[in-house]
Nanobody, 116 residues
Framework: QVQLVESGGGLVQPGGSLRLSCAAS????????MSWVRQAPGKGLEWVSD????????YYADSVKGRFTISRDNAKNTVNLQMNSLKPEDTAVYYC?????????WGQGTQVTVSS
């Protein structure tokens, strides 16, 4: 079955960087668009970024454009999110996600806290 496992979160000061990773299994990873989404405390889910399967096209929410970079390694079935110039408003649980079959799958999430 589809499994997504995020890692790499933590506590970082404003202006700092973190690199999140998501290990995927249970489906043909190289054939699917992979996404990162986040949920801040007390708020709804926010889409962050997509990376396409065929040509590695990337898309970003305006709130993270220029600061975050999504990438994928199809040989390792991983998708990464490099986050630079972090702001307190980036504090959230970050999830990787895939639409497989008729279902949207998420991992368990990884907490990112940006605070001084």
């Amino acid at each position: 079955q589809v499994q997504l496992v995020e890692s790499g979160g933590g506590l970082v000061q404003p202006g700092g960087s973190l690199r999140l990773s998501c290990a995927a299994s249970g489906f043909t990873f190289s054939s699917y668009i992979m996404s990162w989404v986040r949920q801040a405390p007390g708020k709804g889910l926010e889409w962050v970024s997509d990376i396409f399967s065929s040509d590695d096209r990337t898309y970003y929410a305006d709130s993270v454009k220029g600061r975050f970079t999504i990438s994928r390694d199809n040989a390792k079935n991983t998708v990464n999110l490099q986050m630079n110039s972090l702001k307190p408003e980036d504090t959230a649980v970050y999830y990787c996600s895939v639409d497989w079959g008729m279902t949207n799958y998420w991992g368990q999430g990884t907490q990112v806290t940006v605070s001084s």
